[in-house]
């Protein structure tokens, strides 16, 4: 069973990568006569890696005994799953194949991403032993997800209209954007690329408490854990050593990945000799402006309730349950409250100050980047109650 | 109070920028009508004399609402880069913690305010300004919306129509069936459809209007809820450590309830007895590292009769429960949670009463550690005093033995020792791995002769009348979200003047839908469709 349901979700993952072919052959080629036959096999095959998906996840959940929603690799590839999800039923409203080539690799970096993390089936610990673990999560991450179809809308929005033929704070801050989307596929293909070379390499290291503990690092170490003294032989050794309070290892993820990112971003840059958002603008050309912009704001007022109601609903009836109070003010429920908050202004500017089109977009964009960091700071870095045990 | 009297011969309030029944403007508007609370007279728009209204006005601005909420954003989001007050460690002083540990900047964190930013004065405040902001908000428009919706005539003036963003005029043979038809398309679609001198109006979703304001309605629950919070009575939140077979009071119920915990378990994941599916992930962070119950079973008593001071309560018995994470002991609206154990408590001390030569019994007592006796007779003349107890011993900084509190960690005694060849008794100081013997040699020596420890439980007791009103603030408020955001307010009018017919249409939000809508309706008529005049702007 286990081994059925990775199985699935590899499929799942490569049939998203044949759709998004698809769904850009269907932007270069003509439309004939109004059929697009390219998007046809496009959503079909999205479709089918939906329900492989689907499997994925019923399969994991029989073999567990649990959804499989409790740790770091199981929401985010839920979310994952939820995104593509929601694609499928935006894309059957509005029939704009352009989503599909945005949405499908973002919700393909998101699994690629979440396989980085410890794959394992992992038994519930008490405080998780709770149907509540499964509704709220669940129905949260479902939420994120139709939010974050805003992003997908907003991207093509800003790639369609930010004038590209001179530099500004406009074409900075998109490619901004870009450049972290990147880094996500660097932060994939670094940590694979160490874990396929079986790089392991041992610090003794003092916490802040001043014990003495082990760390063990799965990429070489740029930076070094607090007074870190390497034990592996013929490893790297540190440049700079960090301070007992920041997590060396995860910060050198963070570097490892950024610069991967560079590399990457730098490699694109010069094969193509112009900004990625100005390389992007003509696969958007013939975008209907006004029906993206609504794309976008349809999906927030459509995530919008589903996001209350599964973040901060469903989230304190558990709390209430599990914690004994439904509101802790721990950092996970206040970046919750946060994200609430930044779409509460959101629908609010859009209606009384009548941000529509870019202003929107950008707003979509922030929207996405507040989500993302809940689900990845909020988690590595700053700790909480919820912070699943990952690494 | 003054008023606008329009062609059409409604009259509006002051302030009215469309009038209610026709919607000709009053006043300067922008080609494309905004339709806005349907240009209804708002009070903020209209009065700005007294202080009163210029309060208003601040708070019925949505630009202020709008930043209030992003201040309250800001705020929070700061709140979460140290570990608030409550999460730090209670034995430490938070100001020397946050310096110890975030150097400089922790230093700020804490001389600012922001390690107990929450319940900060400020933050409250910010809350308490958003509340304020949507009850003006909501009702400076709600009240003109309502009027406005309420008087509208299906008879639209044309200005009103053409200013519309979905807008088709267009010349058309009077024909009845392909009226009717029309009709009938609007009304199997849902639309409520008027008459009026061979005018329609078609409307659906009109109460998709209210949804804002009843999100709000449940938003000003929810808050005045939170804000019960402090009405005393209305809140209890206790803690209560209780040891396996110890029976006590319910602290915050007055007396009325007593528990007994006959045990306490703690289970943890162990490879041998775990499914294959588990054995990667136990494998990974380690057999028994992994916390899989943790349960108190106990039984919960009342009190019959009256409380009688220094008398032992009647006690009737009401259940017994397992209390377990995520499933707490509810009764009569009290709650008991687990949160917190200890294992393995010292429960209880024996030693032998020796002869330091022969190493020769001369019986054993039990001391129990929390309630120890003052004398144990052995019989045959043999006894021993127990003049001292220090639950918790350490030598204070006079040398001293002293004890840090009253839970058994590391027991002391000083022993009195009676024999029949010793009948003075001798002293002995006894703690563990530890003989001091005070006034020269002894004969006799306590020997430790073993030990029962106990599993102690930590229970929070909590009782919350504020939730049944948090509850009914946050189904009003999904009710009032799902109302306004998955439905919405259509309206199609179609006028015919002289020889010519106009259609106009406006919805609130999702034009796309409407635009579909649309074309199923006017698709194979001989009436021309609206086109979206937003389109040629730009
Ligand atoms: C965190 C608090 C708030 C939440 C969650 C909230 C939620 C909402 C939602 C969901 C809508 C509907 C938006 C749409 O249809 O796109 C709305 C509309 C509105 N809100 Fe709020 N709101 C909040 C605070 C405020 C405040 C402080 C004000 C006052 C300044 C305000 C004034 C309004 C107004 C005027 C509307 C439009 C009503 C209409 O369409 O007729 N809201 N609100």
């Keep these: ?391 | 109070m003054e008023q606008v009297k329009c062609e059409c011969g409604h009259v509006n309030p002051i302030g009215t920028v469309l009038c209610e029944a026709c919607g000709k403007p009053l006043e300067e508007v922008p080609v494309l009508l905004d339709m806005r609370y349907e240009g209804s007279a708002r009070r903020s728009q209209t009065y700005n004399k007294t202080i009163i209204d210029k309060i208003w006005n601040f708070f019925s601005s949505v630009k202020v609402g709008v930043w209030l909420i992003v201040i309250t954003l800001v705020a929070s989001a700061i709140g979460t880069v140290y570990p608030q007050q409550m999460y730090i460690p209670p034995t430490v002083s938070p100001a020397e913690y946050y310096e110890q540990q975030y150097g400089l900047l922790g230093k700020w964190y804490y001389a600012l305010g922001f390690h107990d930013l929450y319940s900060s004065w400020w933050y409250m405040l910010l809350i308490a300004l958003i509340g304020v902001s949507l009850v003006i908000c909501s009702l400076d428009r709600v009240v003109p919306l309502y009027r406005a919706l309420n008087n509208q005539r299906v008879t639209r003036n044309e200005q009103f129509l053409q200013r519309q963003r979905l807008f088709s005029r267009a010349k058309v043979e009077h024909d009845e069936t392909a009226w009717r038809n029309i009709v009938d398309k609007l009304t199997k679609r849902g639309y409520r459809v008027r008459e009026e001198n061979g005018n329609i109006l078609a409307e659906k979703g009109r109460f998709s209007r209210w949804g804002p304001y009843v999100n709000h309605i449940g938003l000003i629950i929810f808050l005045i809820g939170a804000m019960l919070r402090f009405v005393p009575g209305m809140y209890v939140d206790e803690n209560m450590w209780i040891r396996e077979g110890e029976m006590k009071e319910i602290p915050g119920t007055n007396g009325k309830y007593f528990l007994e915990n006959q045990k306490f378990i703690f289970e943890v994941y162990e490879k041998e007895t775990e499914k294959e599916a588990f054995q990667a992930a136990i494998d990974r962070i380690g057999s028994g590292m992994m916390a899989k119950n943790y349960q108190t079973d106990v039984v919960l008593y009342e009190r019959i009769g009256p409380v009688v001071a220094g008398e032992e309560p009647k006690l009737k018995k009401i259940k017994s429960f397992s209390i377990r994470v995520n499933e707490p002991l509810k009764h009569d609206h009290y709650a008991l949670y687990q949160v917190d154990f200890k294992l393995d408590e010292l429960k209880s001390m024996s030693f032998h009463l020796t002869d330091k030569q022969t190493n020769k019994s001369f019986g054993t007592i039990t001391i129990d550690l929390i309630q120890p006796e003052k004398e144990y007779d052995l019989g045959n003349g043999y006894k021993v005093q127990l003049l001292s107890y220090f639950p918790d011993f350490y030598f204070d900084e006079n040398g001293n033995p002293n004890t840090r509190s009253k839970v058994p960690n590391n027991p002391a005694f000083v022993f009195k020792m009676f024999a029949p060849d010793r009948p003075k008794g001798e002293v002995s100081f006894t703690a563990i791995r530890q003989t001091i013997e005070p006034l020269g040699n002894n004969k006799y020596k306590m020997a430790f002769a073993g030990i029962e420890t106990r599993n102690v439980s930590a229970l929070t007791v909590r009782r919350d009348f504020t939730l049944w009103i948090l509850g009914i603030g946050g189904a009003i408020f999904m009710i009032g979200l799902i109302q306004g955001m998955y439905w919405n307010h259509r309206r199609v009018w179609i006028r015919r003047i002289n020889d010519e017919v106009l259609i106009a249409a406006h919805t609130n939000k999702n034009w796309f839908g409407l635009k579909k809508e649309l074309e199923g309706i006017f698709h194979d008529t001989p009436f021309v469709m609206p086109i979206d005049q937003a389109d040629n702007r730009s």
Excluded at chain 1, 149 to 172: E, M, N, W
Excluded at chain 1, 289 to 307: C, H
Excluded at chain 1, 348 to 375: C, D, P, T
């Design chain 1, 1 to 391: 069973m286990v081994q059925l349901s990775s199985t699935l979700l590899y499929i799942a993952f490569v049939l998203y990568l044949i759709a998004t072919l698809f769904f850009g052959g269907a932007i270069r080629i003509k439309k004939k006569e109004g059929i697009d036959r390219w998007a046809t096999i496009g959503i079909f095959v999205t479709i089918i890696g939906f329900v492989a998906q689907l499997g994925y996840f019923i399969t994991r959940w029989i073999a567990a005994g649990h959804a499989p929603v409790s740790n770091l690799f199981e929401f985010t590839t839920f979310f994952g799953m939820m995104l593509v999800g929601a694609f499928i039923v935006i894309y059957f409203i509005y029939k704009t194949s352009l989503l599909g080539l945005f949405t499908l690799p973002i919700a393909i970096l998101v699994i690629a991403y979440a396989s980085m993390f410890p794959r394992e089936i992992s038994p519930l610990i008490p405080a998780l032993q709770s149907d509540w673990l499964h509704i709220h999560v669940t129905t949260a991450a479902a939420g994120e997800a139709i939010l974050a179809i805003s992003f997908a809308a907003g991207l093509i929005y800003l790639i369609r209209v930010v004038d590209q033929s001179k530099p500004s704070k406009r074409t900075f801050w998109l490619e901004f954007v870009l450049f972290f989307l990147i880094s996500t596929l660097g932060f994939v293909i670094v940590t694979t690329s160490f874990r396929v070379a079986g790089y392991e390499a041992t610090f003794d290291w003092i916490d802040k408490n001043g014990k003495q503990d082990e760390m063990v690092y799965h990429m070489p170490a740029l930076v070094g854990p607090h007074e870190g003294v390497l034990k592996t032989e013929e490893r790297m050794k540190p440049l700079v050593d960090m301070p007992a309070i920041i997590n060396a290892r995860k910060l050198n993820t963070v570097i490892w990945s950024l610069f991967a990112g560079l590399a990457l971003y730098g490699l694109f840059r010069l094969v193509l000799r112009k900004r990625i958002a100005a390389a992007l603008q003509p696969l958007v050309k013939n975008v209907n402006l006004d029906l993206v912009d609504e794309i976008g704001y349809r999906s927030v007022a459509i995530g919008f309730p589903v996001f209350t109601l599964g973040a901060l609903i469903f989230a304190m009836i558990w709390a209430q349950i599990a914690w004994t109070r439904f509101w802790g003010w721990d950092p996970k429920e206040v970046w919750a409250l946060i994200t609430w908050l930044f779409y509460a202004a959101f629908l609010h500017l859009r209606l009384s100050k009548g941000w529509h089109g870019e202003r929107s977009a950008w707003l979509a964009v922030i929207g996405f980047a507040i989500i993302m960091f809940n689900l990845v700071a909020v988690n590595l870095v700053i700790a909480g109650l919820h912070s699943y045990a990952g690494s």
